[in-house]
């Protein structure tokens, strides 16, 4: 093999093996990449998941803080002048100053932990550390045993030194469900005036205050913890703007429908990216609500019509009778009925 013949196989063999390098480079690269993709595609998906677990966080915040919202608004006019209460509901009002709603338990920790996070991506570090900082401070609110006080019935303790029974109303959600729940005439004459006499005692008025003083200061960690979940929904709208709220069946359900409370009728979608759900029907007088997927786990009422915010667990929304496009925007919590000619 003469010196040309050698550096023209040279350059072909070099050729050759630089191709072959090449297409490896390549594949490794598009791996690489595919694989940057697919880990991005499982930070998202979770990234929904938590977004979605956050709305309904919010949603039990917001019950959680009218609940505390009346019982100090109860307080207040106790304080001020016992005298103003319906002595009927006298005793009731008493008891409902007990109830506590324990901080909501999401599966905000379990969904942080089980997020597909790169240790080369900042951002997203970022916010799963924001998302466990935000959940770890959930678990030590509920274990926490300073917390623990809020949930010692001290009114049913001041009731039961005047003998006083229970009256059981099942879990309160809003006021106009409670008067719409208690039974005036359960209490006797005589219980009412023992207790109504009790009240002008100064102990009386020394629990309240105190009782005053503590709820006071759960709104305050309510509160904040509504802005903190709030403010984490938002970064993870801003980081994946795709995610979306994942209420599949939307439907309204009530005696102002023809079905009336045996089961609910479909909503349809109109718009996935805001949860904007649409359905045009005839109404009878009476009310409505709406649920997801012919469940009660998750409804909706509220206490305005033809439009108003949508209350998580609310009271039944009172309709006229008439034909309606009706529009939930589960986005922006809110509800319209516009009339249809």
């Keep these: 093999m003469d010196a040309g013949q050698l550096r023209r196989y040279s350059l072909y063999a070099f050729g050759e093996i630089a191709l072959v390098v090449i297409g490896i ?8 990449h595919q694989v940057r993709i697919n880990q991005e595609n499982e930070f998202n998906k979770g990234v929904e998941q938590l977004y979605n677990a956050l ?11 009218n609940s505390v919202e009346w019982q100090l608004d109860i307080i207040d006019s106790l304080l001020v002048d016992p005298s103003t209460f319906d002595p009927k509901k ?26 597909s996070v790169s240790s080369q991506n900042h951002k997203q570090k970022e916010i799963a550390m924001q998302v466990s900082s935000y959940a770890n401070n959930i678990l030590w609110d509920i274990n926490n045993p300073a917390n623990h006080h809020l949930e010692i019935p001290k009114m049913y303790t001041f009731l039961k030194n005047y003998n006083i029974p229970d009256f059981e109303v099942g879990w309160i959600m809003n006021k106009e469900d409670f008067y719409k729940h208690i039974d005036t005439s359960f209490y006797w004459g005589e219980e009412i005036d023992l207790v109504m006499e009790g009240m002008k005692d100064a102990s009386f008025n020394a629990l309240i205050r105190s009782m ?15 802005t903190d979940a709030s403010s984490i929904s938002d970064m993870l709208k801003n980081t994946v703007p795709s995610v979306q709220f994942l209420f599949d069946d939307l439907g ?31 109404l009878e007088e009476g009310v409505i609500k ?30 006229k009778p008439g034909k309606y ?17």
């Design 25 to 32: 480079l390549i594949a490794l690269y598009i791996n690489k």
């Design 55 to 65: 709305k309904i966080e919010q949603e039990w915040l917001k019950v959680s803080i």
């Design 325 to 341: 496009n009706i529009t939930l925007n589960l986005t922006e919590d809110y509800y319209t009925f516009e009339p249809v000619e």
């Design 212 to 226: 005053r003083s503590n709820k006071r200061d759960y709104l305050v960690a309510l509160r904040s913890r509504m």
């Design 252 to 282: 309204i359900i009530g005696s102002a429908l023809q079905t009336d409370w045996e089961s609910s009728i479909p909503m349809e979608l109109v718009d996935q990216s805001k949860s904007i759900w649409q359905i045009t029907v005839e």
């Design 290 to 319: 709406f649920r997801n997927r012919d469940s009660w786990n998750h409804n909706w009422g509220g206490n305005t019509f033809p439009r108003g915010a949508t209350i998580f667990f609310g009271q039944d929304i009172k309709v």
């Design 90 to 115: 006298i005793i009731h009002l008493l008891g409902y100053l007990d109830f506590y709603m324990e901080p909501y338990n999401t599966e905000l920790d379990y969904l942080s932990k089980s997020l």
